[in-house]
């Protein structure tokens, strides 16, 4: 039996569920077709590795969502659902070989401080970007936060110009472009300090040398600094929780099970969906795929063959690994106890090994030496481990989604399911000279490997959470591709969103609040 709505949304990930609040909220009837069993795509939470034991699947910072233009458009529905934050004040840190750390927390004075005790210019210099943060951040939120189209731009770029005028609107561009090294060689003198800041980079697919990738450390120092770090309580799953529960409130439907084997498309116009189980699902105004490139070239049949090629070539970012702990306590950072009270500590001491872990990682080798970064939520949300124990994940950053050696030579295997327990001993290995004794205190642990990331959810290709790089070439009026930033297609009705789509990667929901906006206006 046909199906019959406004919109079908293809996909039950963060930007679908965001798309489908701002269209329902419009008066607009949806149906999202979810191919998994569990609805949220890579924000999920689950007891992965033993009971009472709640892990984040791959997300768990949401301080963009609870920034983000969405966030405050549907705040007030979204606390009602059930929606919850845990404030983290001690944000990120990075721990180095020489026992030494630098924390950042939002307390800016006790940031300049701590800065100061490895250069002095460098917290005075920390001072400078704190001042200059309120101005600058407004028109970089504005740019992130628009939708990539002549007009919307150019009336950005024209307020930027009447404020800073031409040399400070070069000046913002120049800092758009830059790589991490650069603008944190141009800014600061401790190796400390820079690597702190770069470590942020490698989430995003800028290793230290990348152009365009300064804005990423930046806005993550800078805005933990301002707004503190936020995590869900008991999961990052609390924003999917309840945007379900808003959606279906207002009487949309989420079929989970549900895989989309094709857009139908009638007259160069999209009209439904065809599911794997022959069901066909009419969409009356729009049908929104939130998608690989790759995968919605797949669904369109051959419509539109210089398009899809395009989708095809669409690039994707190394992969990751991710290690999940049931823990008996949390790590004892030979560097400082303070360790334990940070969200995030990164094991990522200098640039250069950053810059070689990337490049390993895109000829296809293992890392000798990976970034890991460690994530000790119950140090901020108790609530997610039984009294008195712990969960403790890790990021092995960065990894190929296919392997064709080993930068160490150690590793024979040549797929993940022989790889994954000798990589994942290497990571361990690197988190026991930081804090020795971790091992002694693992209750269960389960290794994620970029493969089952990709099994998982189909838009993490190669273990890729950030579904793309966000280099210059794909980026801005490039994500995906030049003239679909907006998330158009070459068919009428159908739709583009998700992470390859502007603004990009992470938990803001921008894109798919930019293209319910545009749909419903």
């Known amino acids: ?38 609805i949220g795509g890579a924000v999920k939470t689950g007891a992965y590795t033993a009971e009472g034991f709640r892990h984040d699947w791959a997300a768990m910072n949401l301080s963009l969502f609870a920034g983000s233009p969405f966030f405050q458009r549907f ?47 460098d917290g005075e210099a920390w001072g400078a970007l704190s001042d200059q943060f309120p101005a600058r951040a407004e028109h970089i939120f504005a740019l992130l936060g628009t939708p990539f189209k002549f007009w919307p731009l150019a009336k950005i ?20 472009l830059s790589s991490p090294r650069s603008w944190l060689d141009d800014t600061f003198e401790s190796a400390q300090v820079k690597s702190t800041l770069a470590a942020w980079g ?56 549900a895989p989309v084997t094709d857009v139908l498309i009638e007259g160069g116009k999209a009209t439904g969906v065809r599911l794997a189980d022959g069901r066909i ?85 293992l890392p000798d030496a990976p970034v890991v970064v460690v994530g000790q939520p119950t140090a901020i949300d108790p609530s997610r481990a039984p009294e008195g124990k712990h969960v403790l994940w890790m990021q092995v950053r960065m990894v190929p989604g296919d392997i064709k050696g080993d930068a160490a030579g150690q590793i024979s295997a040549r ?24 091992r002694a205190k693992i209750i269960a642990q389960k290794v994620v490997t970029p493969d089952m990331l990709e099994a998982d959810n189909p838009n993490l290709v190669g273990g890729d959470q950030i579904c793309g790089s966000h280099h210059l070439s794909q980026h801005f009026l490039y994500r995906p591709m030049f003239g679909r930033s907006d998330g158009s297609t070459p068919i009428e009705g159908l739709f583009h969103t998700g992470a390859a789509v502007w603004p990009g990667a992470g938990t803001g929901a921008g894109a798919g609040f930019l293209l319910g906006q545009k749909l419903a206006s």
């Open 1 to 38: 039996m046909d199906q019959k709505t406004d919109a079908v949304i293809i996909g039950s990930g963060l930007n679908s569920l965001a798309c489908a609040m701002v269209l329902q909220s419009r008066g607009w009837r949806v149906l999202i077709c979810e191919q998994a069993a569990e």
């Open 75 to 121: 705040q007030t529905e979204l606390m009602a659902a059930g929606l919850s934050f845990v404030p983290a004040e001690r944000c990120f840190a990075t721990a180095f070989g020489d026992d030494t750390w630098l924390g950042i927390t939002n307390d800016r004075s006790r940031n300049a401080k701590n800065i100061s005790a490895f250069a002095n210019n």
């Open 157 to 176: 770029l024209w307020r930027l110009w009447r404020k800073e005028g031409t040399r400070g609107a070069l000046e913002l561009l120049r800092f758009l």
């Open 202 to 257: 490698m989430h995003l697919d800028f290793a230290p040398d990348i152009a365009g990738g300064a804005v990423f450390p930046y806005l993550e120092a800078m805005a933990n600094q301002s707004f503190g770090m936020v995590i869900g309580e008991g999961g990052a799953d609390t924003i999917i929780k309840a945007m379900v529960a808003c959606i279906e409130g207002a009487g949309g439907r989420i079929w989970t099970n």
């Open 281 to 365: 699902c009419q969409a009356q105004r729009a049908v929104i795929a939130n998608v690989a490139p790759k995968h919605l070239a797949k669904l369109m049949g051959e419509e539109t063959p210089d398009y899809q090629q395009k989708l095809k070539r669409f690039r994707h970012a190394p992969g990751t690994m991710m290690i999940h702990l049931a823990m008996e306590d949390l790590p004892d950072w030979r560097a400082d106890p303070e360790l334990r009270q940070f969200a995030y500590v990164h094991l990522a001491p200098d640039m250069d090994q950053m810059a070689r872990t990337y490049q390993q990682a895109q000829a296809g080798l």
């Open 415 to 438: 797929d993940w399911q022989a790889a994954a327990a000798p990589m994942a001993n290497r990571a361990l290995d690197i988190l026991e000279r930081y804090a020795p004794g971790t």
